[in-house]
């Protein structure tokens, strides 16, 4: 495939967002809309991205500065004039390039890099100025349409433009081509000359052929791909859409989900073969799941790695390793940090939060575990708070390997705990447990006469 650069339109207000936000900046399967596009666009490594911003750019560019997007340049629409007047603000960085240009919109999140390749390859194939993607759609409302002679395209006529004849083609323009160096000339003898009054892109046709250019067309066969995003129902529509084909390719894979309609999983979840999941758990971005694992009731899961065998229930999940056969919940809350080895247990209405537990060991009932170390076949008794912080700074207490905690014990960090000790129950701990050693750590009971007036 020759070289090509690719020309991102985002500059739009998307009024029909009823939004502060662009409508590039909107999340779609936890990842904004102009990431999906650029991401489909970086996969094919283009020489340049130039990315044309105009409504909110600051809320746009402080997002892609936390992210590395390679060869990204930024250029700007401050005046809504057109989709040819966008492009026409990249002419200042491509303006000599003589590789093919990639023209695209930041809201058409489904776009295929298989496509867009196809697309620029045709662009080649057929010594072309300009290839037009294309699809054949049930519902051409809104779209331009593709008006071709003899087989051949001839114009694209804009939906407010179109007459009742040419309303009626199904064949829609997707806003997607592929120019080559010709683009900047052609773009320079388009006028407004049509109802809005705006510079289109899509008068590029007609003035290459005037310019004895060859203009070329590609039809692709999913028309979900070139599907744009205007509005929150459309947003909506294309996550469902999103979580159908995911669910299908777990189905394929040997996943089991016993209701696909009460679950969500993220486009970028990875579950192994033979996992269950039950209705009304939450898979989002970042998610990683073994073989064999069960996930029940309202659990949530992100950012996580859960391997083989292991059982969640009516849980939350957030930045955790958790290792095989570990049960967790029901009713648990596992924080970012916590790292949970194999054949642990995180019981009713637990917490941990920066914390390594090492395999066998238990936290079953009503218990904190933060900023710690926990060693192997440990049992935490019910109610057992590390007391972490200070009002000031973090301390972290250190359990030893095959040590009994009680219930209703209260570690204040910094302190550590030596392995095979018994801490009795109720204790209060201050100092460190030597290994091997009961600590009893509460004030001696007493009886006294009750008085009864």
């Excluded at 662009?22 to 996969?43: A, F, R, Y």
């Excluded at 529509?237 to 996943?255: C, H, M, N, W, Y």
């Excluded at 967790?328 to 637990?350: A, C, E, M, T, Y």
């Excluded at 905690?405 to 109720?426: M, Q, T, Y």
Aim: include cysteine; charged fraction near 25%; proline fraction near 2%.
């Amino acid at each position: 495939m020759k070289n090509f650069s690719a020309v991102i339109l985002a500059a739009g207000v998307g009024t029909r967002m009823k939004s502060s936000l662009p409508k590039v900046m909107h999340n779609l399967s936890g990842k904004p809309l102009i990431k999906w596009v650029i991401d489909s666009v970086s996969s094919l490594k283009p020489d340049n991205i130039v990315l044309v911003l105009g409504y909110e750019a600051d809320k746009v560019e402080e997002y892609l500065s936390e992210i590395s997007v390679k060869n990204l340049k930024i250029v700007y629409q401050k005046e809504q004039l057109g989709s040819a007047h966008a492009v026409m603000q990249a002419e200042k960085v491509l303006k000599n390039y003589n590789g093919n240009i990639l023209v695209l919109s930041g809201d058409v999140p489904l776009i295929n890099a298989k496509t867009l390749s196809a697309l620029i390859k045709n662009n080649d194939k057929t010594a072309s100025s300009l290839t037009v993607l294309a699809a054949e759609v049930a519902n051409p409302f809104g779209y331009g349409r593709i008006v071709k002679k003899d087989g051949f395209l001839e114009r694209i006529v804009e939906e407010k433009d179109a007459n009742i004849s040419e309303k009626r083609i199904n064949l829609i323009n997707s806003g997607i081509y592929c120019f080559d160096k010709n683009l900047w000339k052609a773009l320079s003898k388009v006028k407004p000359n049509n109802s809005k009054k705006e510079y289109y892109i899509t008068d590029t046709v007609a003035i290459l052929k005037s310019m004895s250019k060859s203009v070329s067309l590609t039809v692709t066969k999913d028309e979900n791909e070139v599907k744009g995003i205007n509005n929150r129902l459309e947003l909506s529509q294309a996550e469902a859409l999103l979580k159908d084909r995911k669910i299908k390719r777990l189905f394929e894979s040997g996943v089991s989900i016993i209701d696909a309609d009460k679950v969500y999983i993220s486009y970028d979840a990875k579950i192994g073969q033979d996992t269950i999941i039950y209705p009304g758990v939450f898979i989002d971005t970042s998610v990683v799941v073994g073989k064999g694992c069960v996930l029940k009731g309202s659990s949530y899961i992100t950012d996580a790695k859960i391997d083989d065998g292991s059982i969640i229930s009516y849980s939350y999940i957030n930045g955790a390793v958790i290792g095989k056969n570990v049960k967790i919940g029901p009713f648990s809350h596992i924080r970012p940090g916590s790292v949970l080895k194999d054949n642990v247990k995180v019981g009713n209405f637990s917490e941990t939060k920066k914390v390594v537990i090492a395999k066998n060991s238990k936290v079953n009932h009503l218990s904190y575990i933060g900023d710690a170390e926990v060693g192997e076949d440990v049992n935490i008794g019910a109610g057992t708070i590390t007391c972490n912080y200070d009002g000031i700074n973090k301390h972290k207490t250190v359990i030893g390997s095959n040590s009994f905690v009680g219930s209703n014990v209260n570690f204040i960090a910094p302190v550590k705990v030596g392995n095979n000790a018994l801490i009795a129950a109720g204790s209060t701990v201050t100092r460190d447990v030597p290994a091997g050693k009961l600590a009893i750590a509460r004030a001696r009971q007493e009886l006294k006469r009750r008085i009864i007036k």
